[in-house]
């Protein structure tokens, strides 16, 4: 088969104009990120200098210096373009806006630079998020000021969405609004080559995914829907289930995109909103989940369909194989 490289795809989807010439260089500018943070995570404790001093995030999170560093890696591949009004980032408590000498354009980019970091001290792995949303613009057609109400925008809005995964392989999954396709890193060449196109989520599925020590914590019909699956073939889903968690989100929705699967990060009695945050790890998720046929909720509403009410809530999630994600959403109606 003739190896499709990421620059071939987005070139002949620029061709096609399914993207213009400013999203194509945002693609390939966060994939490139995303190359050099591979490297970085690939080193591990072998790249860490004399230990620094730890910083905390806005979260008040410990943030290890991967995580900071994978921002800066991010947000410096990202000035410069003349594509982007601002930048959000799970790092930053603002938006940060594009400013002199740089150009503004018309998108606004959201990350996650590293997801799943309590992972890396134990090798397993970790990733970046990434969603795309326009600029809005005034009544008279100039671009609003990219602060956070700019950002404030439903999932649905989303013009790709996408992120990579530094496992076994670094993969790069991402959809521009027309299918989700995903590029494994050739480390010879240094390129992303097409290797999954048109990933669908299976329908069905035999394999769920939950942090199973919140159980105590859990609403009822998340507990119902998880009893279910436990009693297998003898209970009333007359069939076998197997459980999954990797505490990487990316690991965890791209196992799901391949082979199948529900991911659940539910609301608990603890965690009231769920963990994950809605802006960059849910809808761009739930963006690409979509695309490849899956569905996702927060147990009640269609995730892109949320009206963001800040740039760091949190939000539960319900996503993966349409007919798991139903069931779990009907038993919560
Ligand atoms: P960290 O980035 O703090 O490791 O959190 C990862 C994450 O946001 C998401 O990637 C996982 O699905 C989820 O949290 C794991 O949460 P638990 O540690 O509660 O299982």
């Excluded at 004399?50 to 921002?71: F, Y």
């Excluded at 008279?140 to 992120?163: I, T």
Aim: hydrophobic share 40%; charged share 25%; with cysteine.
């Amino acid at each position: 088969m003739r190896r499709v490289t990421l620059t071939q795809f987005l070139v002949g989807r620029q061709q096609s104009n399914g993207i213009n010439a400013d999203l194509r260089l945002l693609v390939e500018t966060i994939a490139r990120a995303c190359k050099a943070i591979s490297t970085r995570v690939n080193k591990g404790a072998l790249a860490d200098g004399p230990a620094g001093p730890a910083t905390s995030n806005v979260h008040g999170e410990l943030q290890k210096k991967l995580d900071v560093l994978s921002n800066e890696i991010l947000l410096e591949a990202n000035v410069w373009g003349g594509n982007l009004a601002a930048f959000a980032s799970e790092e930053e408590e603002k938006p940060v806006p594009i400013t002199e000498p740089y150009k503004r354009g018309e998108y606004l980019l959201l990350i996650d630079p590293l997801d799943g970091s309590s992972n890396i001290d134990v090798n397993i792995s970790v990733g970046t998020i990434f969603s795309v949303l326009r600029c809005p613009k005034t009544p008279e057609g100039k671009f609003c000021e990219p602060e956070e109400a700019a950002f404030l925008q439903p999932g649905s809005r989303q013009v790709a969405a996408g992120f990579a995964v530094y496992g076994p392989t670094t993969v790069f999954v991402l959809s521009v609004g027309d299918g989700v396709h995903a590029f494994t890193l050739d480390r010879e060449t240094y390129t992303f080559v097409l290797t999954h196109p048109e990933i669908r989520v299976p329908t069905e599925t035999a394999e769920f995914a939950i942090n199973a020590s919140n159980m105590r914590r859990w609403e009822p019909p998340v507990k119902r829907y998880i009893d279910e699956c436990l009693a297998g073939s003898e209970g009333p889903r007359g069939k076998d289930f197997n459980m999954r968690w990797v505490a990487s989100m990316v690991a965890d929705v791209f196992r799901v995109l391949w082979r199948g699967g529900i991911f659940m990060y539910p609301r608990d009695s603890k965690q009231k909103e769920g963990r994950l945050r809605l802006m960059y790890e849910a809808n761009p998720m739930s963006f690409i989940v979509e695309q490849a046929g899956g569905a996702a909720t927060d147990g009640r509403t269609r995730i892109l369909d949320i009206q963001p009410q800040s740039l760091h809530q949190k939000v539960p999630v319900i996503l993966g194989s349409r007919e798991e994600v139903e069931r779990v959403t009907s038993y919560h109606r």
